[in-house]
């Protein structure tokens, strides 16, 4: 049981490079969520997922696109790297039950746009 | 707008020493609250939540908090810290969206702890 698995850990691009983030979760969570880290900013939300095949917009969503596919999977991509996306992101599960909800994190992957 | 405050960006304490984190919000209805823990490297952790009901709220690893709604403060504490607590707390509040929620954080405060 691996809880929630973030591909891959570091990543270094230049700017106007693409790449594909995964975030996998085993735990049959409903809704997914992707967050960036910047320093003394705490966590911002980029977009999120409340199922299968549904995605939303969060605070800062501009620059990434997201897709969910599959439950368990839910991919965050970067179609034209910038220099102001070096962060750290986190993807988040939850159950779905907005009264007892806690959000799971993963590890994080630490990415720099050169 | 929603948002959340943690005043201290560091707080230095001793080991075996109490500790007490601030968290502010700002939210017009009864707020989710929520404390998470990030050790370095690492991902977010669960401390302890506020949903409803009494007010002080115990968690993971000795800590608990507080729930003041007319200071809104939900301030974490632990009566004697040790070394491996030093970590970054973020003080988080729900905002609902369909059947669930999004996070918003505040700004983190770093635990240093002296030996």
């Known amino acids: 049981n691996a809880g929630v698995t973030q591909t891959p850990k570091f990543r270094v691009l230049k700017t106007g490079q693409s790449m594909t983030l995964l975030c996998a979760q085993d735990m049959n969570h409903e809704y997914m969520y992707w967050y960036r880290q910047d320093p003394g900013m705490g966590l911002r939300l980029i977009h999120y997922?409340?199922?299968?095949?549904?995605?939303a917009k969060g605070e800062v969503p501009d620059g990434y696109n997201v897709s969910r596919l599959k439950k368990q999977n839910f991919l965050l991509g970067l179609e034209s790297a910038a220099p102001s996306q070096t962060s750290v992101y986190f993807c988040?599960?939850?159950?779905?039950?907005?009264?007892?909800?806690?959000?799971?994190f993963g590890p994080g992957t630490r990415l720099t746009v050169l | 707008a929603q948002s959340v405050t943690q005043p201290d960006i560091h707080i230095t304490v001793s080991e075996g020493a109490s500790l007490e984190l601030r968290c502010n919000y700002s939210y017009g209805a009864t707020p989710y609250l929520f404390w998470y823990v990030q050790s370095p490297g690492q991902g977010l952790q669960l401390l302890l939540k506020y949903f409803s009901g009494d007010t002080l709220v115990q968690g993971i690893k000795g800590f608990e908090a507080e729930f003041k709604r007319s200071q809104s403060s939900f301030n974490l504490r632990k009566p004697s810290v040790h070394w491996s607590d030093a970590a970054e707390y973020f003080c988080?509040?729900?905002?609902?969206?369909?059947?669930?929620?999004?996070?918003?954080f505040g700004s983190g405060t770093r635990l240093l702890v002296r030996p």
């Open positions: 988080a509040v729900a905002l609902g969206v369909d059947s669930s929620y999004k996070l918003i």
């Open positions: 997922s409340v199922g299968e095949g549904t995605t």
């Open positions: 988040a599960t939850a159950m779905g039950d907005r009264h007892t909800d806690t959000q799971y």
